[in-house]
């Protein structure tokens, strides 16, 4: 498979009367037809990370083997701007592919949206949010080992695996929450675990560790995928923690891993389409 040399582009774009960044990277080489574009939103628990971290993840290769566009938001941390700024921001990137799809040479209907951690669960909570308002149709979701659930699941409860724990992950959520954290009036934007509605959510493909905290919120959110009738899948890989692909993306078992991923994109690419709705003022 041929390697696509890509663009790096970078974007300011106004949410409210703050201003954030996008990174856009596209393909070099002209074409006739347009591609699929994702916008990918990096992890960090809600509270570190930027978008340019999209080249150590599995995005990149979206871009390089099979040419498609991403764009990433580097939307408002946690440090300083708890919920709901980041999802404000990461929808103003979303509306915003959708506004510029033909520039950046993206079908509109073939809008995809991914992330890991952090990013997986915004992923998550802004199929959620699009359903809802009825402005833009999302064709596809990539949220890998997501972050989705505020409350303590089985897996998450007393975890003390490498990379992320317990003790990180409800530090992360109080401060992403601040006072709404322990409650029962966090919106499923914030934490889309909270969601008892799962139909007509956009098809989806992760994977996930056994033996990270986000193990159970992953595997519960396909399966109400599933019974709400959305085509979703979850591949489980035993003896992985958090992020486990990135840090040793050249093992064997991780490679296989990348490989499942890839095949999932060119499945929805080629059979995953969310047409937009005509908006006021356009004509077909």
Known sequence: MAKHLFLTERRKIPVGRHMIRLLILRPLESREEKVPGVLWIHGGGY???????????????????????????DYRLSKKHPYPAALHDCYAALLYLRDHAAEIGVRDDQIMVGGESAGGGMAAALCMLARDRGE?????QMPLYPMLDDRDTPSSADNHA?????RRNRRAWKRYLREAYGTDIV????????????????PCYTFVGEI????????????HLQEAGVEAEVDVYPDWFHAYDLFFPTKKVVREAIARFE?????AAAHYFAPQK?????SS
């Open 47 to 73: 509270q570190s990370g930027s978008a340019k971290d999209v080249f150590a993840t599995r995005a990149l290769s979206l871009v390089v083997k099979f040419g498609a566009v991403l764009v990433a938001p």
């Open 136 to 140: 833009v149709n999302i064709a596809y």
């Open 162 to 166: 490498p990379n992320w724990n317990t």
């Open 187 to 202: 919106s499923c934007y914030a934490a889309p675990a909270r969601r008892e509605d799962y139909s007509g959510l956009p």
């Open 212 to 223: 990270e905290p986000f193990y159970c919120e992953t595997v519960d959110y396909v399966r």
């Open 263 to 267: 095949e999932h994109y060119q499945y």
């Open 278 to 282: 005509e908006r006021e003022g356009e």
